[in-house]
């Protein structure tokens, strides 16, 4: 954990960051989701699996992800 948070304030924000991009779209669809892993949803946690779709209205959901091929880091 020490070093995890080392690395992180080294590295700044992730709006920063040249290995992940900031998108904002008005749903997220995720599938192949591992049986038992945990979402919350308005606060409540709750077990799933599968394929799920995420929606945030009326503003869009800024999503983090790993740029294709590493960024930078590759």
Known sequence: PAL???SAA?????????AHAAVQVPRLRLSGV????LMAYDGEL????GDLTLE???EALTVYRPLPGGGLLS
């Open 34 to 37: 591992a049986p038992g892993t």
């Open 56 to 58: 945030k209205l009326p």
């Open 10 to 18: 080294l590295a700044g924000p992730l709006t920063r960051s040249p």
């Open 4 to 6: 995890r948070l080392l």
């Open 46 to 49: 709750t077990e799933t699996e």
